[in-house]
């Protein structure tokens, strides 16, 4: 497992430093250079998982892995990057081709390889349980950009069809069933999906599940939006990056609260596409997920 770890920190670390010339390339495509500064955070962020992974093999005997890396495997990840280096230097790679051997890349064993270290470090400390999430949400945000990028179908649909690692928790809450059923459809891909009809309904499903994005209508009855969110606050803290407010009456005095809180929200009617941005920045943000 030792040489696992010290083959994937070397190949997190040249990915890291290969997305970050490329997005220094393209500082004059501002989409294309925020994705590939995203990709090469996400990538030392990867290279130290695996340094924690080598400090915790350390102190124990070394684990017989189910799997080993041939040179071939090896040599196929390297030189990808190596092809994507020299293209963007030799300038023989378009924006297109680039995005394309990304995707390959991202779909490559190397990720799998990550995925089940991962997978076996979790079972020594609980600590190796988020980087699996977050290996989803770095998928999710390749995804988004292609969904965004025209051009890229087959790259798209290539993703799409990758089975989920880790499937995020939405909670939506708001007395009209017709809404619920509605956001429920267009976000159906982004998560599972529970829904509550009052804020003290949704409080009680926040004690059994953790939830990433929380999109909640602020004029309910028993508990309105405002009231179930400050409790929610005060017995969840992280919770308040993660609510998404909506309603069809912001007044000055909301605007007023949801500015000195820096919450989001959406008043009705929501344009979808901005619905789904705003669902999206939430779900693929970096959050602690103890509260």
Known sequence: MKN????????????????????????????????FDGLSEDEAWHYHVMGSAAEHLASIPDITPAISVDKHTRDKVLNSFAYIRNGIEQGTLDRYQLIEKVVELEL????????????????????????????????????????????????????????????????????????????????????????????????????????????????????DGLTFYRQAVGRYPASNKRFLFMSGAITAERELFFKKNSLKYL?????????????AKIILSQQPMAS
């Open 108 to 223: 490559s064993e190397w990720n799998d390889i990550f995925l089940y270290v991962v997978s076996v470090m979790k079972e020594i400390s609980s600590e190796f349980i988020y980087p699996i999430a977050r290996i989803q949400a770095h998928i999710k945000e390749i995804e988004y950009f292609l969904e965004k990028t025209e051009g890229l179908p087959e790259s798209l649909q290539k993703i799409k069809k990758l089975p989920p690692i880790w499937v995020e928790n939405i909670l939506i809450v708001d007395d009209e069933p017709m809404i619920t059923q509605l956001i429920q459809a267009l976000l159906n891909r982004s998560g599972n999906i529970d829904i509550a009809d009052n804020g003290e309904s949704a409080l009680k499903m926040m004690e059994e599940k953790y939830y990433k994005l929380i999109i909640t209508d602020i004029d309910m009855p028993v508990m």
């Open 267 to 279: 008043a009705k009617p929501m344009k979808i596409m901005t619905l789904r941005d705003e669902a």
């Open 4 to 35: 696992l770890v010290i083959l994937l920190r070397k190949v997190e670390h040249l990915a890291h430093e290969v997305y970050l010339q490329v997005a220094e390339v393209y500082n004059q495509d501002a989409n294309l250079k925020e994705f």
